[in-house]
């Protein structure tokens, strides 16, 4: 059974604060990660995809990935409240970037 | 570009009735998807086309959904007969098979099955 599993929260952090997700994921041969944000009501949006260990930056946001641990982390820099939403974690399986499995979310709230 | 579009946004119906869910991908696309996400399962992926043809659907949960692509611009997801346990929101996607990772979501459409 592939899985991919994270906190579901809340996780609240106060304005101006680092948030840190995680995120485990069952399979070995997991070749491509994603963080997806999803508003209440609304579609995922992809904000990181990282396939090497280490770390990658865009902006605010840092994935880390660590495959011999099996875990891809999301930090999140300089929180703000238009941060708050849940956070999808998906792993690709089966090579590609066509089949993900996706952890149920950690809903992430930035008060001010 | 529009985006992905979904049709309806939403739909209420009884039990026992057909569903048709609407898809329009991204133009240029090669890639479809549909997923069904709720409280209880999450993000699900279903089924999903490469250049209009079926290549995993081993996520559709029986043989009362069923899904078609008959050209490069239009999906269906089917439901038949609709039972109150398929309430859920489907989304579809869509990705660039040329050097795109993305997959690009559309608004969802949100079904009751009363």
């Known amino acids: 059974q592939k899985e991919v599993e994270q906190n579901s929260g809340p996780l609240s952090v106060p304005e101006g604060a680092i948030a840190s997700l995680n995120c485990t994921y069952s399979?070995?041969?997991?070749?491509?990660f994603f963080w997806y944000r999803q508003y209440s009501g609304k579609s995922p949006e992809l904000i990181m995809f990282?396939?090497?260990?280490g770390d990658k930056e865009d902006g605010r946001f840092t994935a880390q990935l660590n495959k011999a641990s099996q875990y891809v982390s999301l930090l999140i820099r300089d929180s703000q409240p238009s941060d708050s939403a849940t956070y999808l974690c998906?792993?690709?399986?089966?090579?590609?970037?066509?089949?993900?499995?996706f952890g149920a979310g950690t809903r992430l709230a930035v008060h001010p | 570009d529009a985006g992905v579009i979904q049709s309806p946004r939403h739909e209420v119906t009884e039990m026992g009735q057909e569903v048709t869910l609407r898809c329009k991908p991204i133009?240029?696309?090669?890639?479809l998807f549909w997923y069904r996400q709720t409280m209880m399962r999450g993000l699900e992926l279903l089924i999903y086309?490469?250049?209009?043809?079926?290549?995993?659907d081993s996520g559709m949960p029986e043989d009362r959904f069923s899904a078609k692509m008959p050209n490069a611009s239009f999906s269906t997801l089917k439901i038949q007969p609709s039972e109150p346990r398929d309430s859920a929101v489907y989304f579809c996607?869509?990705?660039?098979?040329?050097?795109?990772?993305?997959?690009?979501f559309g608004p969802g459409t949100r079904l009751t099955v009363t």
């Open positions: 998906a792993a690709s399986f089966s090579g590609g970037y066509n089949k993900l499995i």
């Open positions: 996607a869509s990705r660039s098979g040329t050097g795109g990772y993305e997959q690009y």
């Open positions: 133009s240029g696309h090669d890639y």
């Open positions: 086309f490469n250049n209009n043809v079926p290549i995993d």
């Open positions: 990282i396939y090497s260990n």
């Open positions: 399979d070995r041969g997991s070749q491509s």
